[in-house]
Each structure stands twice: as C-alpha cells, then as structure tokens.
C-alpha cells in the first residue's frame, strides 16, 4: 500500500559534503569535481532514472548535471556555504513507473521549479517494493540574465525619520538580514509535504484506488 515518506537535509560544505560527489551519487553519472580535480562514480546494478528540471532565467548550463553543481560550488565558497537542499521521497508502488514519474515531475514543478530552483532528480528502483526519489534543490535563484542572484541582503534599521542608527560605540550602522527566497523557512517543509500527500491522493483517486496518505504523524 502507499506509504508517506518525504525527509530534507542540507548539502552542505560545513559537513564536508561535495553537491558534485551527491550528485553523482544519485544519478549513477560521472562527475568531475573542479574544486577537488577528482572524479566521482558510483557504479549501481540498477540505472536510476535522472532528469533536470529548469526555471524561468536559467541559463542552458544549468541542465547539465556537471556544470550545474560545479558553478554551484564556484559561487558558494565559504565554508559553511549551503550547496543544496534535497529530499528524498517514496513513490506510491500502486502506480504505473509512468505515472510515478509524471506524478513526481509535476509535483517538482510546480512546488520548486516555479519558485526559482533548478531540481535534480533521480528515481531510484532498485527494489520493486521501494521505488523512491532523491531530489537535489539549489538554494540561489537565477537573475533575469542568468547570473546567479542573491539569496538575502541586508538592510539597514532606520530611525522615525528615516536616519541609520547605531550601537553605541559603533561607526557601523545597524543592518538586520532580508531574505530574497522563502525557501529556508521552516513552515516551507511543512507546506511541501502537505502538498506532496494531496498530490498522491488526488492520483490515487483519479486512478479509483483507495489507499490515501497523510503527512501527519500517528499522534
């Protein structure tokens, strides 16, 4: 029977993790690194299934796999720098392999891809009782010219008369952060998993099968 299953984490330089090498990984492709000169390969039985999806402003470079990550990692270089964000997900094994990667597909696009992120996504089947998605998300939106944009900026705490303000003993004004994206926002997860379980269910019962799914937990 369908099953929820949907868990995110970050693809992060901080935990010594390469967006390349994760990449790779989940596509069964050979990748070169440009930051390490090494290349990564992961031979699988069992091809996984992998596609980009693309948004509005993204340059042609960004559908390829290699040079996506690898201008994603020149752009990101602190040390602590966000490569991606990935979910991993299970497909509903009521459905056809077609209809799992349409129902995946148009989930994808209208939850990231329209937002600005270009997707990664790699199906795995491995096992017939286990199909499942890894889905590997950038973190930086594209300018209207295809250069990378800016996910926050700061801003500067003016006063009732519109004057910067400072701390006391500070030549620095006072700033506080602005995001550009709302991804990072907690209530995001939790809106995208909603909106997966409603996407399933809506499948399911077009199709006249009767399992549904729900994000929710047991309590």
């Known amino acids: 029977m369908a099953i929820f299953h949907m868990s995110f984490q970050n693809i992060s330089a901080g935990k010594m993790r390469s967006s390349v090498a994760s990449a790779s990984y989940r596509s069964g492709e050979k990748l070169f690194s440009d930051k390490e000169g090494k290349t990564y390969f992961y031979k699988r039985d069992i091809m996984p299934e992998s596609f980009i999806l693309t948004p509005k402003n993204a340059p042609e470079w960004a559908k390829d796999r290699s040079k996506l990550w690898n201008e994603v990692e020149k752009k990101d270089r602190k040390a602590n720098s966000r490569y991606a964000k990935e979910f991993n997900v299970a497909l509903p094994i009521e459905l056809s392999e077609?209809?799992?990667?349409?129902?995946?597909?148009?989930?994808?696009?209208?939850?990231?891809?329209?937002?600005?992120?270009?997707?990664?996504?790699?199906?795995h089947r491995d096992h017939p009782d286990n199909p499942h998605a890894h889905v590997m998300l950038t973190n930086r939106p594209f300018n209207p010219d295809g250069s990378w944009g800016l996910k926050s900026k700061r801003e500067n705490i003016l006063d009732e008369n519109g004057n910067k303000t400072y701390t006391k003993n500070s030549r620095f004004p006072r700033s506080r952060k602005i995001w550009l994206v709302d991804w990072d926002k907690r209530e995001k997860i939790t809106e995208w998993r909603k909106n997966w379980a409603n996407a399933v269910n809506q499948v399911l019962e077009a199709k006249n099968l009767p399992d549904r799914i729900s994000e929710k937990s047991y309590e």
């Not at 990667?101 to 891809?113: A, M, P, R, S």
Request: charged content about 25%; cysteine-free.
């Open 98 to 123: 077609q209809d799992q990667k349409d129902l995946l597909t148009k989930y994808v696009q209208e939850n990231f891809v329209n937002s600005g992120m270009v997707a990664d996504i790699a199906i």
